[in-house]
């Protein structure tokens, strides 16, 4: 008899719910977060992924049992699993995410319990018992996901393209790895470096954090290349190799588009360096120089992208060992003692012989900067106003911010 009522209940309350579901939804990701999450993460590190997958997800539910159709659990699949899957390749504990998952549930009911009167108590256990089956289908869904990514060949696949990436970069013997990961060694690569600009993190929500961006990362190379890029990305930098076929088809533009993607994914400044056509057994060379690049492009105070060697020929001269090169540092040490010639120093280098707009870059009068500029003069031998003299102290200070680092 109750459930001949529940069947016919009216839609109201689910039309209700339907009306809420963006306020109820972000209710539940904030409640399930607060079960477990690591306090450590940044602001938003789950919400671009999984919002939306409870939005979609509950608003189809909420639909089939407003029409009272069986909402199955290859459908509860279909939006679960390729979240679960990121969550497994994060290494993301599966009892947190369980309890995450039963705290979302447990705000959803609240809400419902809340908006349900008193007269539609048949139609809220009709939604509470769909509901319970939505949650068994989830959680039976996460746990055969999980199962699926541990034992998963794609799994070891990708490990051991990741092994012989880094076999590649050391200049160690190959051909093995290579059968392991089931791909062809190429007579020439591209190698990329990537380098995100920000402090080391410590915390119980590192390792995560860091398994997620090498995930994000592994998977906006795949997606570039259309195949598995061999990559030894530790979440804050690494290297990349592709294949000279696969490069071909990749024009400057898109390394830079990768470069500003990556950045919006991470919330950090990423540097990437490219070096293309590079044989096999100069890996090792190359790898090192790009990683070089990014530093210099950092210290430098470059923006964000994608930077090849012409765009930082004369940084990357200076920072070739010699008694030149020490001597071309010993130059700026004069100022350190002076934050605020270092300060002028560095505007004037930005903005040359616009020295209104270098003054309001530090906030002082003209005269002032121009006093300050006399002094840099005074304590180095180099006057900034002359062009030569200004490239020797450009080049002193990259030098020894580059020692210093």
């Not at 007269?119 to 769909?130: G, K, T």
Request: proline share 5%; net charge negative; hydrophobic share 45%.
């Amino acid at each position: 008899m109750l459930a001949e009522q529940a069947t016919s209940a009216s839609p109201d309350l689910t039309t209700r719910l339907l009306s809420r579901w963006p306020q109820i939804a972000e209710r539940m990701l904030a409640e399930g977060l607060a079960a477990k999450a690591p306090a450590e993460l940044p602001a938003g590190h789950f919400t671009a992924e999984v919002l939306p997958t409870i939005y979609a997800c509950g608003r189809a539910v909420l639909d089939a049992i407003a029409s009272n159709r069986e909402f199955t659990k290859s459908e509860v699949a279909m939006f679960v699993a390729p979240v679960a899957e990121r969550h497994a390749e994060d290494r993301l504990p599966l009892p947190l995410l369980i309890d995450a998952i039963h705290a979302s549930a447990q705000s959803l009911l609240a809400a419902a319990s809340a908006e349900a009167e008193p007269s539609e108590m048949f139609e809220f256990i009709h939604v509470f018992s769909r509901l319970l089956d939505l949650l068994r289908h989830i959680n039976m869904t996460v746990v055969e996901t999980y199962t699926e990514v541990e034992q998963s060949i794609y799994h070891a696949e990708r490990e051991a393209r990741r092994e012989l990436c880094s076999a590649l970069v050391r200049g160690l013997p190959a051909e093995e790895l290579a059968a392991r990961a089931d791909t062809m060694l190429a007579e020439q690569y591209t190698v990329l470096a990537i380098h995100l600009d920000e402090q080391p993190r410590t915390g119980s929500a590192a390792n995560l954090l860091t398994r997620r961006r090498i995930r994000v990362l592994q998977r906006a190379l795949d997606a570039l290349t259309g195949t598995t890029t061999p990559a030894t990305f530790d979440g804050t930098s690494g290297i990349a190799l592709l294949s000279r076929s696969e490069a071909d088809v990749l024009d400057a533009a898109r390394f830079d588009q990768l470069a500003t993607r990556l950045a919006e994914q991470f919330g950090v400044p990423v540097f990437l360096a490219e070096f293309s056509e590079v044989a096999r057994d100069d890996i090792p060379t190359a790898a090192k120089d790009a990683s070089e690049l990014t530093e210099l492009a950092r210290l430098r105070g470059k923006p964000g992208g994608c930077y090849r060697l012409d765009d930082l020929l004369l940084e990357y001269q200076l920072t070739r060992p010699g008694p030149a090169r020490e001597r071309l540092a010993q130059r700026v040490i004069p100022l350190l003692s002076s934050p605020h010639l270092v300060e002028a120093l560095e505007a004037h280098l930005q903005y040359g012989a616009d020295r209104k707009t270098a003054s309001r870059r530090i906030h002082v009068h003209p005269n002032t900067f121009t006093y300050r500029l006399r002094r840099i003069a005074d304590l180095t031998g180099l006057d900034p106003a002359d062009p030569k003299d200004s490239r020797m102290l450009a080049a002193a200070l990259t030098v020894y911010r580059l020692d210093s680092a």
